[in-house]
């Protein structure tokens, strides 16, 4: 019997297209002392004979095999059953790089933490994004959770870390057992950062989160509502010291959820998302709100409808206003017959390389800004002239593309929505890296 380091949980539910990869992934790992607790859902397809093939071949893996409860309930299972000191997930779509526990394992226990995370790598269609993304936290090094609590608290996933069983018991950290329901990760994460006190987050991307499962609840419209039972789990958990990080957690989860769910049902949600801000807007501190939401905020208290629009547009996953955050971007914004680039610097020069026909605005212009040499996507120089965004808002059909850095992006997301813009784009870090 082997002193089990970690325990590493894999939910499994009608994933037979991608389990293969997944579990290949984890039973080559580096770490050669851990679990592999696989927990089949009641999968009806053919999930469960591949993870029995390859428990007939590796003893470190355990089946749990029941009727489908729900993701949560499965996770809860998988934790009472675990032995490992430490604790990992893997979802059962995604996979990993062979490394990931080793290294994980080596920080969270010589540094005896509660909890150990990382980056990860969005994968959709053969293409990696590169993500996790924490602005103002110290990467690589341990670190004071209360220091950057509310920005790890949006640091949302769950997956790409290790957690100590202790940590986790001591603490009532469980996931909501809402059978059928989804984003049950919302509760735990939140949880995990009110009761952490030290962490380490590694720049090192070793998790692969697989985007085109059309079967994944980020596809689902049915589970949208869902998370409105994890928002009343994190304010029931909350105190007045941090009740405010609850309402930044409520924002972020409500307006990605606003941002995502079909044309259709947006008018419902949005009537929900609104009674749900007003019931809980109750003596917030700004400060404790990430710079997005704050910003948000304060557009909400003074403008209910210009707040709709921006919540209409904004991607709050990844904190940025884009409307397709994969490699087919380019052909989304090439639908426009009219492309606006808002932002001459470098990033709006960088836009300028994949987009040829487009028009550089600024908010305002003067001589020394009157044009700029920017190189097409043939890597040939040519002389753009920059307008002032006021002087082309009768072109409001256009797509306009916000380029700077978000700490003047939003302010220029009110000034085109003020000028009549509707399709507008925000290019994030992730496409800015991908430019250059």
């Known amino acids: ?3 089990v380091k970690v325990s590493v949980l894999i939910p499994i539910y009608n994933v037979g297209r991608y389990l293969d990869q997944c579990l290949d992934s984890v039973v080559n790992q580096t770490l050669k002392d851990i679990e592999i607790i696989c927990i089949n859902d009641g999968s009806t397809d053919n999930s469960l004979s591949i993870i029995k093939k390859y428990a007939s071949i590796d003893n470190r893996i355990i089946i749990i095999d029941k009727e489908n409860t729900g993701y949560g309930d499965s996770m809860n299972l998988g934790l009472s059953m675990a032995k490992g000191k430490y604790i990992g997930i893997v979802e059962s779509d995604d996979y990993i790089k062979h490394t990931m526990f080793e290294e994980l394992y080596t920080i969270i ?58 940590f986790l018991l001591n603490n009532n950290i469980y996931f909501l057992s ?16 009110k009761y952490a006190s030290k962490t380490y987050i590694s720049s090192t991307s070793y998790y692969n989160y697989r985007l085109d499962n059309p079967n994944s609840s980020v596809n689902s419209k049915d589970k949208v509502y869902a998370v409105h039972s ?65 910003l948000l905020y304060q557009t909400y208290i003074e403008n209910e409808d210009i707040f709709k629009l921006l919540a209409f547009n904004y991607n709050m996953k990844n904190g940025h206003l884009i409307k397709n955050d994969n490699h087919t971007w380019i052909e989304e914004i090439n639908q426009y017959d009219k492309k606006i680039i808002y932002g001459a610097g470098i990033r709006g020069q960088r836009v300028g390389k994949k987009i040829d026909d487009a028009i550089f605005a600024q908010t305002s212009v003067d001589d020394t800004l009157a044009c700029i040499d920017v190189e097409n996507s043939q890597g040939e120089v040519i002389k753009k002239q920059i307008a002032s965004i006021y002087d082309i808002s009768d072109i409001n059909d256009a797509v306009i593309i916000i380029t700077p850095t978000y700490k003047y992006a939003v302010d220029m997301v009110h000034i085109a929505l003020e000028c009549g813009f509707q399709n507008i784009y925000y290019f994030n870090e992730s496409l800015n890296k991908r430019c250059m």
Do not use: C
């Open 230 to 294: 994890e928002i009343e789990e994190v304010f029931r958990v909350s105190t007045k010291d941090d009740y405010s990080y609850a309402f930044d957690k409520l924002l972020s989860v409500y307006l990605y959820n606003y941002y995502r769910i079909s044309d259709e049902y947006k008018d419902d949600f949005e009537i929900f998302m609104l009674n749900e801000i007003k019931k809980y807007d109750v003596n917030i501190d700004r400060d404790k709100l990430s710079e997005i939401n704050k």
């Open 1 to 3: 019997m082997i002193d």
């Open 178 to 193: 809402t059978p059928s329901a989804s984003y049950q990760d919302v509760s735990f994460n939140y949880k995990v950062w």
């Open 109 to 166: 226990h010589s540094n005896d933490l509660e909890v150990v995370g990382s980056f990860y790598s969005a994968w959709n269609d053969g293409y990696y994004i590169t993500r996790g993304y924490l602005n103002n936290v110290v990467l690589d090094e341990v670190i004071d959770v209360v220091m950057y609590r509310k920005e790890l608290i949006q640091f949302e996933i769950i997956w790409s870390r290790i957690y100590s069983k202790t």
